[in-house]
């Protein structure tokens, strides 16, 4: 998971200039150095036995960056519905609290608002890394409060249960939401990846072209868009940190409902 995380360091700008343009600025560089050096002669026979490899391996390349598509979306989702329940479980248990009696009432309310406050500002930064954070968050802190200070005055108040059901929700989610960040696709993948990628150009810079400048074009139109779809992999596999990151406008709702609620 090394892999990932190093990408996951990186904006995604970047990671696209470093995965596509240093793909394919390695394959020019590799097909200038061979053109240079090698005897071009024509041997239809060969070409297409190199041709016939390059269909069969681009099939096994495309199968893989299939399955890590899948991989990578299906984590996607999950990590999704993850937030969406636990931001529709602070929802409930801000209305929920708006039923218990003062000063109960505002002492609770105070700890939701800081604790959703707190996913935004500080565990969106963390979960956008596949880093374990060593130290705990101040979320984590605010939550422990809330069960550690109030939690039996809560369950002793009318209607509490429903208010401990929806922080028993709040916990479990969250422990996923941080399980889910810190997962990454194993390192074996971005290998074969890797050798896929290589194999590829060392097969397509071996064919007889006489024009430089269609071999080049080949080149190009063979390996940009494996290298693109390498980047979105990359991306997809940082739900909280990518271009297509999972939406904080669940939290964000839900702190409009904890601003909305009278003091």
């Known amino acids: 998971m090394l892999f990932s995380i190093y990408t996951s360091l990186l904006p995604s700008w970047l990671l696209f200039v470093f995965l596509v343009g240093g793909i394919v600025g390695f394959a020019c560089f590799v097909l200038m150095l061979r053109r240079r050096n ?8 060969e070409d297409k036995l190199i041709q016939s490899a390059i269909t069969y391996i681009g099939s096994v390349y495309g199968v893989l960056l299939a399955l890590m598509i899948l991989s990578a979306q299906g984590k996607f989702d999950t990590v999704d519905s993850v937030v969406t329940t636990e931001a529709a479980a602070i929802t409930a248990a801000a209305r929920d609290a708006s039923t218990l009696p003062e000063p109960l009432r505002g002492q609770v309310l105070d700890q939701l608002r800081q604790y959703t406050g707190l996913i935004l500002s500080d565990d969106w930064a963390v979960m956008s890394t596949h880093y374990d954070n060593p130290k705990p968050l101040r979320g984590s802190k605010v939550l422990n409060n809330l069960w550690v200070t109030y939690g039996t005055k809560i369950s002793k108040a ?6 401990i059901s ?10 996923q939401r941080f399980a889910l960040a810190r997962q990454g696709l194993p390192d074996s993948f971005w290998g074969l990846l890797g050798v896929g990628i290589i194999v590829m150009i060392y097969l ?10 269609h071999h080049f074009l080949i080149l190009i139109c063979l390996v940009a868009p494996l290298a693109i779809l390498l980047w979105l992999v990359a991306d997809m596999d940082n739900p909280f940190g990518g271009t ?20």
């Open 204 to 213: 397509t810079t071996s064919l007889r072209i006489k024009s430089p400048r």
């Open 38 to 45: 090698a005897k071009w002669s024509d041997s239809e026979e």
């Open 244 to 263: 297509l990151q999972i939406s904080r406008s669940v939290f964000i709702h839900a702190l409009q409902v904890l601003d909305a609620l009278p003091r």
């Open 158 to 163: 009318p209607l509490g249960s429903a208010l």
């Open 166 to 175: 929806d922080l028993n929700v709040i916990s479990v989610q969250r422990n």
